[in-house]
Nanobody
Framework: VQLQASGGGLVQPGGSLRLSCAVSGTLITTNGVAWYRQVPGYQRQWVATFAAGGASNYADVLQGRFDVSRDIAANTVYLDMVSLTSEDTGVYFC?????????WGQGTLVTVSS
């Protein structure tokens, strides 16, 4: 199983960004995909999950600013982020669990700064 996260970059406060997580080796309709983020010196924080069955869940701290979606044909999950603040800065990882084993993508850096 491999996950390839992309779409990170530098964005101004109040801006928007879309992250992508391309999955191979398993189907996103079989195994849900979760997004996490990590700031240096802090633990990795769960952000959102798009479950295999289609349900989505979000961390309360996001206050409705993030949205997860998927393209089944592309086996890709997206994370759309709006109204970004400096507190959203970090490395974003996507992850899935298959047969009890958690797999991680390499992460994509999001920097929110003016």
């Amino acid at each position: 199983v491999q996950l390839q996260a992309s779409g990170g970059g530098l964005v101004q406060p109040g801006g928007s960004l879309r992250l992508s997580c391309a999955v191979s080796g398993t189907l996103i309709t079989t195994n849900g995909v979760a997004w996490y983020r990590q700031v240096p010196g802090y633990q990795r924080q769960w952000v959102a999950t798009f479950a295999a069955g289609g349900a989505s869940n979000y961390a309360d701290v996001l206050q409705g600013r993030f949205d997860v979606s998927r393209d089944i044909a592309a086996n890709t999950v997206y994370l759309d982020m709006v109204s970004l603040t400096s507190e959203d800065t970090g490395v974003y990882f996507c992850s899935t669990v298959r047969r009890g084993v958690r797999f991680w993508g390499q992460g994509t850096l999001v920097t929110v700064s003016s």
